[in-house]
């Protein structure tokens, strides 16, 4: 690059004519008539634009020509060497003359069969282009010949006369030296990553779909194919041969269809992975009426479905073969037919986003949750003269839902109605260096349930939820399907947007409604949530009575302490007696006084553990057991209030409420020795207290954005009383905010 202006000397230099300067307009540039090997080749550049591109062409002329068998063998990554052999029906003799001619073809001849073409090629112009491009020989025999032919083509043309040489059946056709005669291709070509690779992957994308067919691809000369099928096997097992067990083992089969001209018409039968599933990039094998096509927009939603479901950041696997009228297709907007244009594209592809949507959701495979269990060591001191209202509202908080709930149950016999706020304080107490070596990692495991009277006649459930169906609001019903999660406007609303609209939306109460439907759809049929240890029924309850003002009789024997206890054993025999119903409708699971299952309404979502106590004592207590419809409709109604995204106990570390960890230094009756060595000690606490709230804080966003909104729009059937309850309020409109804006 020049840094200096040129020199007067240097600039008056007489210059060559060039058709970009434009100093006398009055002598434009003459235009000639392109010789036409100079146009077959650029033609042939951009159809073969890599020897994958060719690779592609030869094995879509192979499977043309109905071959069972086709086998691709590359050297020097296709620049040297492509080879692709099938056992199709070969060509005629009399047709080798014009094979390798620009748009010569024995799939089309008028223009109407493009409408219905079911031939992968069409345009007859591979083989063409690949002779402008390269030294092409082909080999082939038809059937009932006694021997085949052997030509060589160059620039469209026959070098010499076909040879009579011993064939096997079918075509083989031999590409050597690839973009001989563009050095700027082939250089780029040859400095980029080998096209082996693409080959490969393309050959298994092509294995996969054509499963009927033997395919295979290896390095020229060398006896370890990369890939290799053998037709007649399962779909699935396809996978697994070709992209290995781990891959097959996390998929589902899917299928969608949609038959409705007002929308679209198509039918996809597919494989996705499920949330086991881990890979850093999205592998999208799509075939459209068996073209191996790329669609952007389609992969894009499939992979937006996964981003708003799944907690860990994988890319799906993705197979899927989709099917319409082939006049619904343009297979002509690419000229390597890679980009195909579908009719009714955002419909189709609306549905399918949907099919994988609920597909993942409601998958029914093991989920593994992890979850971390804090110290199970008792604590060993404690100081006696604290009482509990002197504590503030972080201290009476109780721990988070990551923790197993047999951990936050005291056991010790000092302090049987201990809340956590002791059990964090006496944990502080012990030895950092002990409380590291006692941070457990445990396992709750979703255990599938069986099904259970799948088939029972439950009139009552029917009757609630023809109730939900007929209540629905259906403005409300429209917004839920089609809002757009925006973020949080508080701990209760969030805020979405529907159309050009936004709304504020009560999370408390909308998670509710909707955990109540799941409850009332998946009845009896739950999976579970298994607790890592069983959870005694008592200690619950008692945590859960601790907290309620009871009346006392005037009875002076009987202390409040002693009145809870009674309480409790009276709600355990009642829960006792209806144990085998709990667990087979509704999938809660107690034993011998303990709780040690709870069901899963939502796929991928535990509730906050920290509401145990409360639900355990809302189900014996707020139940009407009597009546069969009753009875079923309020025990979903205490599951749903357990289940629902509730703000977490712990007040929110970020703004205000930090003020609630802050150091307490005006204990009241402790001498000054113990003041300075406990609050030392709570600074400690105070600070992972923070990082657990701004944990349960994040989970619960989380939990909203990518569990709580993805369902409702597959599940949600919004009453009418959200519209008027101040659940759904409408704050702005767009239109009109933007208008303001425009005068500003
Ligand atoms: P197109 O596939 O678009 O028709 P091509 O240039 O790829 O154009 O092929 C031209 C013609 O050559 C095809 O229409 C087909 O009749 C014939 N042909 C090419 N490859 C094979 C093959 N492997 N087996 C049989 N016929 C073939
Ligand atoms: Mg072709």
Known sequence: MEL?????????????????????????????????????????????????????????????????????????????????????????????????????????????????????????????????????????????????????????????????????????????????????????????????????????????????????????????????????????????????????????????????????????????????????????????????????????????????????????????????????????????????????????????????????????????????????????????????????????????QKVPVNQMVRTDPRNPFGRLHSYWKDEAQSSKQEKKSDLVSMRSVVVARRNWKENADFTSIDQLLRETDSNVHPGLLDIVKDCTYIGLADEVFALLQYNTYLYLVNVVNVSKELMYQQVLRRFSKFNAIQLSEPAPLRDLLLMALKDEELETRGDETETDDDLKEKIAQMNIELLKEKEDMLEDYFGIKMEDGCLIRLPVILDQYIPDMDRIPEFLLSLANDVDWDDERECFQTISAVLANFYAIHPPILPNPSGDGIRFYKKNREEAGLDSEILAEKSAVEEEVDEELVAEAETAWSQREWNIQHVLFPSMRLFLKPPKCLATDGTFVQVASLEKLYRVFERC
């Open 4 to 400: 200096y202006p040129p020199s007067p000397t240097s600039s008056s230099s007489p210059r060559s004519p060039s058709p970009h300067q434009h100093q006398q307009p009055s002598s434009p540039p003459r235009i000639r008539r392109l010789e036409a090997s100079v146009v077959n080749r650029i033609a042939a550049g951009e159809v073969i634009q890599r020897p994958s591109a060719a690779v592609k062409e030869l094995v879509e002329n192979s499977l043309d020509a109905a071959s069972t068998s086709v086998s691709v063998s590359v050297k020097d990554g296709g620049l040297k060497l492509l080879l692709v052999s099938d056992d199709g029906h070969g060509i005629r003799y009399e047709d080798l003359p014009i094979l390798c001619e620009r748009h010569t073809t024995s799939k089309l001849s008028t223009y109407e069969d493009l409408q219905t073409i079911k031939s992968m090629g069409f345009r007859g112009e591979a083989l063409a282009s690949m002779t402008y491009v390269g030294h092409v020989t082909v080999t082939t025999i038809t059937e009932g010949q006694l021997h085949g032919y052997r030509v060589s083509y160059r620039d469209g043309v026959m070098e010499h006369e076909p040879k009579p040489c011993a064939a096997v059946k079918g075509t083989q056709i031999m590409v050597e030296n690839l973009f001989y005669n563009m050095a700027a291709r082939r250089k780029t070509l040859q400095n980029s990553n080998d096209d082996y690779p693409k080959i490969v992957d393309l050959i298994s994308r092509f294995a996969v779909h054509h499963m009927n067919v033997n395919f295979s691809c290896r390095k020229y000369g060398s006896n370890r194919a990369d890939v290799h099928t053998v037709g007649g096997t399962s779909r699935l097992d396809t996978i697994r041969t070709v992209y290995g067990a781990s891959v097959a083992r996390d998929l589902m089969e899917i299928s969608v269809s949609d038959d409705n001209p007002a929308r679209s018409i198509f039918k996809m039968e597919g494989f996705i992975s499920n949330s086991n599933y881990v890979a850093k990039k999205t592998t999208m094998i799509l075939f459209i009426n068996d073209r191996l096509v790329d669609c952007t927009a389609l992969k894009r939603a499939v992979e937006l479905v996964y981003s708003a479901t799944l907690p860990k950041a994988s890319k799906p696997f993705i197979y899927m073969s989709i099917n319409l009228p082939p006049e619904h297709v343009d297979v002509n907007i690419h000229p390597t037919k890679r980009e195909v244009s579908l009719l009714d594209q955002d419909s189709l592809i609306d549905t399918i986003q949907s099919a994988v949507e609920s597909k993942l959701m409601s998958s029914n495979s093991t989920r593994i949750f992890q979850t971390q269990a804090v110290s199970s060591s008792l604590p060993t001191t404690q100081i006696s003269t604290r009482k509990d209202k002197e504590h503030n509202i972080a201290n009476s908080g109780t721990q988070l």
